[in-house]
């Protein structure tokens, strides 16, 4: 056992339990401070390797994951306030031993309450017995690890080296940049009783809140209550977040907000929303301090297994999508199917898209148990609605969404800055960003279409067989999406899409596909503008087999009660601009 978990284990082994129930707070943090297990804890959280993998595989070993993303927070610890620690400790010691997390519970909820919980630790310390000893690690830190004692953010750390000519004239430098996060599937997770968003937010004592507006109205009473219920201040900021609002202009009126409510740099912010709010607030976090941290609670499927704990940040400009954004993933990303009995089946299926998406070529598995739901993922709402907790459904739902955000994440954590462009959670997401606002597609159909296609040019390309082509194309069609829409017979965008992708990968088509067999990638790179014409007249042959002659079910905006974003793409700059002023207003 290496040296982190041995000074948890030893610590809990150790303390004082009595010492928790002390009236004084101050001789109860004081009798703490100085104890030799806590300085020695305290120690190995500073020491620790936060951002490696052999601290993961660590405390994979112990069964103590729960408590990683806490291990992690507190190598800053020095700058935390009382509360904070206190809260995050607690979250460590019940990652391994329950009981004594529940002590140490209490205890915490007894600093969050009080005066000397908004002290810093740091302070704290200089002011024990052992005061002096702080006082010299301090001073060591601020030259061997300044990121554990004035970090800007506790999620993230950087390094570089340097090299130069002896005359300065010519400097050469690399840069290293790491961040952690977590993704939870949780259940819900307004229930007062249920503390993860209360853990984030009592030590800071408010939470600025972004709502999408349809939340608002289902949801709105039930956020408000539990944060009262907390004592926790909430700031709610309600915003209309459907496609034709996810522009520019609702990032600029967020970073508004954000700098009249004095969001402070190393405050989360959280988005309550799907995926239209999780792109536009995630990039007004981005760009508010040039890194303000957010903690991702989402309401729809698109969000809570893709776009949520995406690390790219977004907004469509000047007709096109996801033009400008920036990489920016969220400290916390909880995904909570309570949400979904509330969705309509048009945005359930919407949904499910990016779930098969993950499945065709990263998760066989996961595609199996797409197969074995079927549509009742989308009747029981994931099995959320008319569905006894543990029953079939219900269980078969948390396993299909916990795999397909562990595919999600491995895929995409593993190249977040978009480095290079061997990006298998790109798959239907080549041609289909070049069609999707051109015909007023919902997301979800538009990625159907592209993916059903690029099942086409793999099985076309001899890369998978036929029954695994067929097999794709029935599952797509098996939930009402899209396999099929004749703006694909306007094959002059359709090639303008594909001239545009290979502008954004570097110059290469880098087209996602399955490839061997389902839940394997590879990628196609050339694609003729002959090749490309002929494949969709053949292709559409074969989709006028399926069921509605391979058309999706509401597969426009319009269908399930959206503005049509093609209207807005191409309408007139006076009214765009009309518009946008409307919807500031809103």
């Given at each position: ?48 390797p ?64 009080s ?10 310390l ?44 010519t ?47 289902y ?43 004095g ?12 995926g ?16 303000t ?12 297994i ?56 990263k ?15 989308i ?23 916990g ?16 480095t ?33 296609f ?59 596909l ?24 053949e ?25 049509d ?22």
């Amino acid at each position: 056992m290496t040296k982190t978990t041995s000074a948890v284990k030893d610590f809990i082994a150790t303390y004082d339990c009595e010492i928790l129930t002390y009236q004084n707070l101050d001789k109860a943090v004081e009798a703490i401070c100085c104890s030799k297990s806590f300085r020695n804890l305290l120690l190995a959280l500073i020491e620790a390797p936060a951002f490696s993998k052999e601290l993961g595989d660590e405390f994979a070993a112990v069964s103590a994951i729960e408590g990683l993303s806490a291990c992690r927070s507190l190598r800053s610890c020095l700058n935390l306030s009382l509360s904070n620690f206190c809260g995050l400790l607690k979250q460590l010691v019940i990652a391994f031993d329950m009981a004594a997390g529940l002590e140490w519970s209490a205890f915490a909820d007894k600093i969050h309450q009080s005066s000397l919980g908004q002290e810093k630790l740091l302070n704290v310390l200089l002011r024990s017995q052992d005061g002096t000893f702080y006082e010299e690690l301090a001073s060591r830190l601020v030259e061997t690890d300044p990121h554990a004692i004035y970090p800007t953010s506790s999620y993230r750390e950087s390094q570089a080296h340097v090299v130069s000519t002896d005359d300065d004239q010519t400097i050469e430098a690399v840069m290293t940049s790491r961040t952690f996060t977590s993704i939870k599937v949780l259940e819900n997770s307004l229930d007062p009783q249920q503390t993860v968003l209360r853990d984030m937010y009592v030590s800071l004592r408010r939470c600025v809140c972004l709502v999408d507006q349809n939340v608002e109205s289902y949801y709105g009473e039930q956020i408000e209550h539990y944060f009262d219920y907390h004592g926790i201040k909430l700031d709610k900021l309600v915003y209309r977040a459907m496609e034709v609002d996810k522009g520019i202009h609702t990032v600029e009126r967020m970073l508004g907000d954000f700098k009249r409510l004095g969001v402070s740099r190393n405050e989360p912010v959280l988005i309550v929303g799907g995926g239209v709010l999780t792109d536009t607030g995630g990039l007004a976090c981005a760009l508010y301090h040039r890194n303000t941290p957010y903690v991702m609670l989402s309401t729809s499927i698109v969000a809570g297994i893709d776009a949520g704990p995406s690390p790219r940040t977004c907004c469509d400009g000047f007709g096109y999508k996801n033009l400008f954004g920036a990489y920016h993933a969220p400290v916390l990303s909880l995904t909570d199917r309570s949400f979904f009995k509330t969705l309509r089946e048009g945005w359930l299926r919407h949904g499910i898209a990016e779930i098969i998406k993950m499945a065709t070529v990263k998760n066989e598995e996961l595609f199996c148990f797409l197969e074995e739901a079927g549509a009742d993922l989308i009747t029981t709402r994931f099995g959320t609605l008319d569905c006894e907790p543990n029953s079939q459904i219900s269980n078969l739902s948390q396993k299909i969404l916990g795999s397909a955000l562990r595919s999600y994440v491995e895929a995409e954590y593993d190249n977040l800055y978009e480095t290079h462009q061997c990006r298998p959670h790109a798959y239907g997401h080549t041609w289909s960003p070049g069609f999707e606002i051109e015909a007023g597609l919902l997301h979800g159909h538009a990625v159907a279409t592209g993916m059903g296609f690029g099942a086409y040019l793999s099985y076309r390309n001899n890369w998978i067989s036929s029954d695994d082509f067929q097999r794709i194309l029935r599952l797509i069609s098996s939930f009402g999406l899209s396999l099929w829409h004749d703006v694909l017979l306007n094959r002059e965008i359709v090639w303008a899409a594909q001239e545009k992708i290979v502008q954004k990968r570097g110059g290469n088509l880098a087209a996602p596909l399955p490839k061997g067999q389902v839940g394997k990638c590879g990628y196609l790179n050339s694609l003729t503008q002959e090749e490309l014409y002929q494949a969709i007249d053949e292709y559409q042959k074969i989709c006028a087999e399926y069921p509605r002659q391979g058309l999706g079910i509401d597969p426009l905006c319009s269908d399930v009660g959206l503005e049509d974003p093609s209207t807005v793409a191409h309408a007139p700059v006076e009214d765009t601009e009309a518009s946008e002023k409307t919807l500031s207003a809103v």
